[in-house]
């Protein structure tokens, strides 16, 4: 039998990760949070989750940063929002989500071939070459890199979906596709400008 | 007047029956539309996971043009609208946004503005054109069409600027408008799981279930939905949903191509034939007539 303690001594908290969230745009007033669980009522995916989003709230603000960034629940989020719209202290629960599913990717804390990076990554690249997305291309590549063996699996639905017309292989793309590159760097030189 | 219709890449894509059936909406009731001018992807909810800022500028682009073509904007996706709505929310509230989005435009020589109203088809078809406008236009009745009117979460939440965030009536009266019998749907602004299936599908099949089992439960024979997402979950996935039904089948479509056929738009030109769960057989059971 393995023991391991599972209580954690105050000193192994992360002060900075405390602070972080409550600065983060949403998390203003995650101090205030009650933890009455109206998040984690209503929402539709907590039954999936490790840490439901009301313990989420309270490890995040007492600075269990590993708990949360390992966290299956910040990927289990699809941001519909009933969370938020519930909360009786205003906090902005869904978009702290995005902001902890930012701060994994930046920290690597997520498993080996996990699609949500991937097509996070493929998503933007697409975005900053075409100004658009062309849907079957971002499968296509997010599979590729992630369960290629599904991608082979799916031909009979793709082959489906395309002949329905669903499935444009004729890349979409804007006029003046140089104004998105040049816009994607002009917020990171701003970014960096004013230290956000 | 006329307004700046923004698709959005799903509506080029796998949601291209709902800019056909919504376009043949607008014009069999005078809604003057024009594309807007090289729009670019909003960002979606994808961006925001990787990089928020740019993600606001990216949607700030389109507000920008829209503002220089001094329309407001009218985009049928959810995420479009919410993503669209939200940036205009955070550019107000956060100085810092406010920055990084007017300066990162002004490099690409636009100006954002705050001006353009973001709006949604469904109210502007209930607020500008009208319940009785809509009725008097009708030549194929749905005849008592059981409609599970599904909502999905972006176009109410978190901004519900038009209709209650948790239970929404807009599409329900539209319909209904149309001739529809609208069945009661508690559902109707439950998640479908969003990219879900794509990303953890045993989890994304579960929530796709919840929702046709539940329609089907009630006596739906259609279950509408308002965004290309909710659409592709419930129609492509229908067969691999896991419910506790024996077998679920009930075409999904777009309020839009519903509309549409009771305005008498002809099948074809409003795409229902691209739905991978047939939706003849049901027009043919009610008698409803189409071209």
Known sequence: ?196 | MTYAYYPGCSLKGTGRAYEESLLAVFRALNVDVRELEDWNCCGATTYMSVDELASYALAGRNLALAARENKDIVAPCAACYLVLNKTQHYVHDYPDIKTVVERSLASIGLTYSDKVHVRHPLEILLNEVGLQAISARVKSPLKGLKVAPYYGCQIVRPYATFDDQLNPTSMDRLLEACGAKIVQYPLKTRCCGGSQKGTLPEVGLDLIGYLLAEAQKRGAEVVATVCPLCQFNLDVFQKEARTDQKSVSIPVLYFSQLMALALGAPANAIGLQRSLVPVTPILAKKEIAYA
């Not at chain 1, 209503?42 to 989420?56: F, G, Q």
């Not at chain 1, 902001?99 to 997520?110: D, G, P, S, V």
């Not at chain 1, 991937?118 to 590729?144: C, H």
């Not at chain 1, 369960?147 to 489906?160: C, E, P």
């Open chain 1, 1 to 196: 039998m393995e023991l391991k303690r599972i209580i954690k001594f105050e000193a192994e908290r992360d002060p900075e990760f405390s602070r972080w969230i409550s600065h983060t745009v949403g998390g203003e007033n995650i101090r205030h949070c009650l933890q009455c669980g109206l998040c984690s009522g209503n929402c539709p995916l907590s039954l999936y989750m490790d840490y439901t989003p009301r313990r989420l709230m309270h490890l995040s603000r007492e600075g269990f940063k590993e708990e949360v960034l390992r966290s299956s629940s910040i990927w289990l989020c699809t941001t519909c929002y009933n969370c938020m719209v519930q909360c009786p202290k205003g906090i902005n629960i869904t978009h702290l989500m995005y902001a902890l599913k930012q701060r994994a990717i930046e920290e690597k804390l997520y498993p080996k071939h996990f699609a949500i990076p991937v097509m996070a990554r493929q998503f933007s690249r697409m975005v900053r070459k075409s100004g658009r997305i062309t849907e079957s291309w971002l499968i296509v590549r997010v599979f590729m890199r992630t369960a290629f063996w599904r991608l082979l699996g799916m031909s009979h639905l793709g082959l489906k979906l395309f002949r329905a017309g669903r499935l444009g292989l004729k890349p979409e793309k804007i006029e003046r596709r140089a104004e998105i590159a040049t816009l994607l760097d002009s917020v990171t030189a701003v970014k960096k400008e004013l230290a956000l």
